[in-house]
Nanobody, 120 residues
Framework: QVQLVESGGGLVEAGGSLRVSCAAS????????MGWFRQAPGKERELVAA????????YYADSVKGRFTISRDNAKNTVYLQMNSLKPEDTAVYYC?????????????WGQGTQVTVSS
């Protein structure tokens, strides 16, 4: 059973960088697809990045392509989201999620989120 805890959020100026982390517990972490979602007040939660268990395949939302990088270190049971060239519209609570599905993706587990605020 995987449990997820995010960290690394904070306040950053537009154009700056921030890295958020998601630490996972559980023996099956290496078999999980991991994703980063974000949700701004009044907006729908959206998937911004995802990474396969091996780390060899990634997905990015169009809004963050070229700026965000998702990575994972299975030995440390941790997934990261490196955010560069941040914009005010990136302000949101960022959540990590895990999918244990082999076929397709089912986001079964969620962290509590970490706030990222980008000032203009």
């Amino acid at each position: 059973q995987v449990q997820l805890v995010e960290s690394g959020g904070g306040l950053v100026e537009a154009g700056g960088s921030l890295r958020v982390s998601c630490a996972a517990s559980g023996r099956t972490f290496s078999s999980y697809e991991m994703g980063w979602f974000r949700q701004a007040p009044g907006k729908e939660r959206e998937l911004v990045a995802a990474i396969r268990p091996s780390g060899g395949s990634t997905y990015y939302a169009d809004s963050v392509k070229g700026r965000f990088t998702i990575s994972r270190d299975n030995a440390k049971n941790t997934v990261y989201l490196q955010m560069n060239s941040l914009k005010p519209e990136d302000t949101a609570v960022y959540y990590c999620a895990a999918s244990g599905a082999i076929i397709g993706t089912k986001w079964d587990l969620w962290g509590q989120g970490t706030q990222v605020t980008v000032s203009s």
